[in-house]
Structure formats: C-alpha cells, structure tokens
C-alpha cells in the first residue's frame, strides 16, 4: 500500500525568499514520485517527477525537488519565491512496475506569497 | 502528451438525478482514472477503468453508484447516480502515457 504525506496545509513566505514544501510517502516497492500544482479554479499540471535516475529533478518554473530513499522523502522546493507561485501543490506515488499505475495524493499544500 | 477534455465543464444538477461525465482523450491508452476532488481537499481516486473490462473501484466507491464505462481505448463515462449535496465536487478522468499522468481540465459539479 502507498500513502503520502504532506506537513504543513498552508506554508506562507516572503516575495524572494526560499519555498520548502514537504512531502513523506509510503511505498512497498520502488516509487514513483509527483509533485502537482494547481492554480485556483484550473486543472492539474504536473511541476516535475522522479522514476529514476538522478535523485535531483528539476522541473518547471524553478523548482525542484530531491528524492531521498533513506528518508523517504520528496521536498519541493525554489530558492526564490514569485507571486505567481501562490496555488496548492499536491505531492502524489505510484508504484515503479505496477501495471496500475494509479497516483496517490496527498492532502496538498497551499502557499501563500506576502509582498 | 496527451490531451484530455472532458464534458461537461460544470453542471448544477438536482438531487436525486444522475449525470454521466465523459472524457475523450486523444491517444489510445490502456488505462483510465477517474478523480473526485471534493471542495478544498485532495484527490481521491473512485476507479481505473481498462478498456474491455470492468473498473476496478478504490475502497468507499461501488459501482452502482459510480458507473463507468469503457467502449474503446480514447474514451469512459463516470455517471454519478442518485445524486445528494455531498456529491457536489469536481470530477477529474485521467490516463497513463508511458509513466506520466495526465489529467482533464475536470467537471465541476454541483448538486442542490
């Protein structure tokens, strides 16, 4: 069974400074991992993704984030925050070689951006 | 990629009514989801819908009340049956294209 975690429902920061948004999954087998964001009143679109690989995956709009097995976790995060950012970012797992492939989320976090 | 649309974009229906949700995709996919996100929460996955099979339903959702169908490999229906007030989320569908996932624009429903 696979689970994510989210700390933090809202996280607030400064126009320029760091955004750190965290995420903590539960996976039997080897993961894959998602970070989603969602702008109000629109779809889905997928920020970045690790399958394999590089632990540290860049995405669009200047985040990233690194995937640590022995932590098993997947921040998000962008050395400077814009006020574009402001939206709800869902972290999500689905499992490496299932031929599922359905994706958990997790319970999201929205970020706020103060002038 | 894929692009996805679904219909319709919103709906206000009554309750007690059901309304069918269709999503066209624009390559053949195996697989299909079906998404509910309920006002200010997460997603929660209702089903996987394989073309030529019966959807398999995540725990909390059954079939007579999400019915779905998969004629082909680029198309599902979700209907939402005997709907009530609880019902009222947005609906999102789904596919799988070699190890991404993408989504539709959703169904946003609202039940009075």
């Known amino acids: 069974a696979q689970s994510v975690t989210q700390l933090g429902s809202h996280v607030s920061v400064s126009e320029g400074a760091l955004v750190l948004l965290r995420c903590n999954y539960s996976s039997s087998v080897p993961p894959y991992l998602f970070w989603y964001v969602q702008y109000p009143n629109q779809g889905l679109q997928l920020l970045l993704k690790?399958?394999?690989?590089?632990?540290l995956v860049k995405g669009i709009n200047g985040f990233e984030a690194e995937f640590k097995k022995s932590e098993t976790s997947f921040h998000l995060t962008k050395p400077s925050a814009h006020m574009s950012d402001a939206a709800e970012y869902f972290c999500?797992?689905?499992?490496?070689?299932?031929?599922?492939?359905?994706?958990?989320f997790g319970s999201g976090t929205r970020l706020s951006i103060r002038p | 990629s894929a692009v996805i649309s679904q219909k319709p974009s919103r709906d206000i229906c009554q309750r007690g009514t059901s309304l069918t949700i269709q999503c066209q995709v624009d390559s053949q996919v195996t697989m299909m989801f079906w998404y509910r996100q309920q006002p200010g929460q997460s997603l929660t996955l209702i089903a996987t819908a394989n073309q030529g099979s019966e959807a398999t339903y995540e725990s909390g959702f059954v079939i007579d009340k999400f019915p779905i169908s998969r004629p082909n490999l680029t198309f599902s229906t979700l209907t939402v049956s005997n709907m009530s007030p609880e019902d009222s989320s947005i609906y999102l569908c789904?596919?799988?294209?070699?190890?991404?996932?993408?989504f539709g624009p959703g169904t946003r429903l609202t039940v009075l």
């Open positions: 999500a797992v689905s499992e490496r070689y299932s031929s599922a492939s359905k994706i958990i």
């Open positions: 789904s596919v799988d294209l070699k190890n991404e996932q993408f």
């Open positions: 690790y399958t394999t690989g590089a632990t």
